[in-house]
């Protein structure tokens, strides 16, 4: 799978966001699909994953009421829309895809670039 993230910019505090992420590649079929944030020196983070079908994501806390993970298989996108932004959102965002199942426990299987957030306060 090949993964091209897209839509990152900068907004105020308060303000909103969608991330999309175009897939390509035979084996995003049936692949559960997901988002990570690494903020300039830290370790990477998860912030949500959704499965294949769509009829199951998964929220960091840190995120969770605020974001919202969503994907189009026919158009083999996937999408993070950040609502309330906060300074502390400012990061890196890729999105991934593993190769089955999202497991916590096991790290994605592939991965995109990524794109720029930056939140003003």
């Known amino acids: 799978v090949q993964l091209q993230a897209s839509g990152g910019g900068l907004v105020r505090a308060g303000g909103s966001l969608r991330l999309s992420c175009a897939a390509s590649g035979r084996s995003f079929s049936g692949s559960d699909m997901g988002w990570f944030y690494q903020a300039p020196g830290t370790e990477r983070e998860f912030a949500a994953a959704?499965?294949?079908?769509?009829?199951?994501?998964y929220y960091a806390d840190s995120v969770k009421g605020r974001f919202t993970i969503s994907r189009d298989n026919a158009k083999k996108m996937v999408y993070l829309r950040m609502n309330s932004l906060k300074p502390e959102d400012t990061a890196v965002y890729s999105c991934?895809?593993?190769?089955?199942?999202?497991?916590?426990?096991?790290?994605?299987?592939?991965w995109g670039q990524g794109t720029q957030v930056t939140v003003s306060s």
């Open positions: 959704i499965s294949w079908t769509g009829g199951s994501t």
């Open positions: 991934a895809a593993w190769r089955y199942n999202y497991d916590p426990r096991i790290a994605p299987a592939y």
